[in-house]
């Protein structure tokens, strides 16, 4: 038989309510064998007692239900946010303010390059905190004139590039006639790009070579060690192009022996018809490992709020934008979920507006009353508008909700002056009318767009700062308890997997975040701030220090 280890703990909280807290935890073949004290543990037999977590607190591990693995391909690129935010490998990267100090930071970068051919490429940038200002070629020509140079936005929606990048695409010219592609008074592309339709044909000149939405490898691998610095053991690739190249590759790493973190890929919706792409997700749920979920697909509805671009209802933006786009048209929407219900496939929807969570509603609705399942759990996504009578509808559905609380720390203050006004901006992202609707409720960092961390998303959700600081909507705030319940047995019910991970219990998967401090025992503004010393997965123990 093989090896039972107990690990002793400061104190261990396990997100199972007939016995939420424990001392000791018994691991044998990488799951839990039981949660209590030491003596009850011993009733097991020979059991190894380990004490390296003695003066730390575990948890279950974390969950992230909606987050880009992509991320750990950026940073191989240059950093250009407006917030400090850690890399990889640790170290914090200051935000940028201006125009100048991005334009500087490309410079330096410029700078190490050897390869005289290579292109200077940045992530994360977002204007809308500079003023709303653009970016210009002219400004991204300070960089290199001879090398091409692009910069990707933070919502992953627009690009900049200077003019070597757009000469080496075919697009230095004039007579474009494009809404993606905007012009200046000579005539040519002011070296804005916006949508994927503009961006992909640039992309390669600019160091963006494979598509926008998979990572490479080497960023499958550095996207791990950011899971591990924040406690996270399983999380989603909320949009993954999927091709069998990267599938195999997928396969491969998770399948190596020190891979810390079960991922669930979802199949992004475009690229095929609606019956092939539930033909292929269907296929490939068969190849699924315990380290990687395949078979469940996202579908995009709208843009941002941020970006303008998300469907609004009545009265629609509050600075008069015209109201957004739609990302997919109603009947194809339809059809899709059809056939994903009659297949036995999960959808997750990106729904930013509140139209376009109503029109997910609508559609939902009569495809269920088609092909009835009580456990779909179809999961809006965001749903950062969604009022009450939405919230109630969703859970009579059998809907879950996964709300984008960081969004109110990093873009609360936009939205109450600019994009949706007071009224609204105050009931974005409503964690306290979800849960009291009783639609099954996850919080997330939607990963690049914001930084993955769990502890952080908790506490957004329970103080709803701004950046600026304010509280926007106090009476949408959630307790301690309830966003920790969110970011694990929360997101693991979104994903069908809470008889598998999200609490410390017997049967259950060893998966541990493993943290410096107690979460229900500090100054909730401090809950951000809890060190976590790694994580343990599966029964293999990962120390953030040792990545
Ligand atoms: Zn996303």
């Given at each position: 038989?093989?090896?039972?280890?107990?690990?002793?703990?400061?104190?261990?909280?396990?997100?199972?309510?007939?016995?939420?807290?424990?001392?000791?935890?018994?691991?044998?073949?990488?799951?839990?064998?039981?949660?209590?004290?030491?003596?009850?543990?011993?009733?097991?037999?020979?059991?190894?007692?380990?004490?390296?977590?003695?003066?730390?607190?575990?948890?279950?591990?974390?969950?992230?239900?909606?987050?880009?693995?992509?991320?750990?391909?950026?940073?191989?690129?240059?950093?250009?946010?407006?917030?400090?935010?850690?890399?990889?490998?640790?170290?914090?990267?200051?935000?940028?303010?201006?125009?100048?100090?991005?334009?500087?930071?490309l410079q330096a970068a410029e700078a190490a390059l050897e390869d005289p051919a290579a292109a200077v490429s940045g992530w994360q940038l977002d204007p809308i905190y500079m003023d709303n200002t653009t970016l210009t070629r002219a400004d991204l020509d300070r960089v290199s004139t001879t090398r091409a140079v692009g910069v990707l936005h933070a919502s992953g929606h627009i690009m900049n590039v200077n003019t070597k990048a757009l000469e080496l695409a075919g697009m230095l010219k004039t007579g474009h006639n494009h809404p993606g592609i905007p012009l200046g008074?000579?005539?040519?592309?002011?070296?804005?790009?916006?949508?994927?339709?503009?961006?992909?044909?640039?992309?390669?000149?600019?160091?963006?070579?494979?598509?926008?939405?998979?990572?490479?490898?080497?960023?499958?691998?550095?996207?791990?060690?950011?899971?591990?610095?924040?406690?996270?053991?399983?999380?989603?690739?909320?949009?993954?192009?999927?091709?069998?190249?990267?599938?195999?590759?997928?396969?491969?790493?998770?399948?190596?022996?020190?891979?810390?973190?079960?991922l669930m890929p979802f199949r992004f919706f475009l690229g095929l018809s609606a019956p092939e792409l539930v033909e292929t997700v269907v296929a490939m749920k068969k190849i699924s490992t315990d380290r990687l979920r395949l078979g469940q697909i996202k579908i995009v509805v709208d843009g941002s709020i941020q970006g303008f671009s998300a469907r609004l209802r009545w009265p629609g933006y509050h600075n008069g934008a015209p109201n957004g786009l739609w990302y997919i048209a109603p009947e194809h929407l339809s059809e899709l979920l059809h056939l994903a219900l009659a297949a036995g496939v999960q959808v997750h929807t990106h729904t930013n507006g509140d139209q376009a969570t109503q029109l997910v509603l609508e559609k939902l609705a009569p495809a269920l009353q088609a092909h009835p399942n009580p456990d779909h759990r179809f999961t809006l996504q965001h749903c950062q508008l969604a009022d009450a009578a939405q919230f109630r509808l969703a859970a009579k559905l059998g809907m879950c909700v996964n709300l984008f609380a960081n969004h109110h720390y990093y873009w609360g203050d936009e939205h109450y002056n600019l994009t949706v006004g007071p009224d609204r901006a105050t009931r974005m992202n409503a964690c306290r009318t979800a849960l009291d609707s009783g639609v099954p409720m996850a919080i997330h960092s939607d990963a690049p767009v914001t930084p993955l961390g769990p502890l952080f998303t908790a506490w957004a959700a329970v103080?709803?700062?701004?950046?600026?600081?304010?509280?926007?909507?106090?009476?949408?705030?959630?307790?301690?308890?309830?966003?920790?319940?969110?970011?694990?047995?929360?997101?693991?019910?979104?994903?069908?997997?809470?008889?598998?991970?999200?609490?410390?219990?017997?049967?259950?998967?060893?998966?541990?975040?493993?943290?410096?401090?107690?979460p229900t025992a500090c100054d909730p503004m401090k809950l951000k701030d809890i060190p976590v010393w790694g994580t343990v997965q599966g029964g293999r123990i990962f120390p953030a220090a040792e990545l």
């Open positions: 038989m093989s090896e039972t280890i107990v690990y002793s703990a400061k104190k261990i909280i396990t997100m199972n309510p007939s016995r939420p807290e424990a001392t000791h935890v018994a691991v044998r073949d990488g799951r839990i064998l039981g949660a209590g004290s030491l003596s009850e543990l011993q009733t097991w037999g020979d059991v190894r007692l380990d004490e390296r977590f003695a003066d730390k607190v575990l948890m279950p591990g974390f969950v992230e239900g909606h987050a880009h693995v992509m991320e750990g391909s950026l940073w191989s690129k240059v950093y250009c946010g407006w917030f400090d935010r850690a890399d990889p490998d640790g170290k914090l990267w200051s935000g940028v303010k201006t125009v100048d100090a991005v334009v500087a930071r008074a000579d005539g040519l592309p002011t070296g804005e790009l916006k949508g994927p339709e503009v961006m992909t044909p640039v992309g390669p000149f600019v160091g963006f070579e494979r598509n926008l939405l998979d990572a490479d490898e080497a960023g499958l691998r550095n996207f791990a060690k950011l899971c591990v610095r924040t406690g996270t053991t399983t999380i989603t690739d909320l949009a993954s192009r999927m091709d069998e190249d990267t599938v195999e590759m997928m396969l491969r790493v998770t399948n190596e022996p020190q891979y810390p973190i079960r103080n709803r700062i701004t950046a600026s600081g304010r509280v926007q909507g106090d009476e949408e705030r959630i307790g301690v308890s309830e966003a920790l319940y969110a970011i694990t047995m929360g997101a693991a019910y979104t994903l069908h997997l809470d008889g598998e991970i999200g609490s410390i219990e017997t049967g259950k998967k060893a998966d541990f975040a493993v943290l410096e401090a107690d």
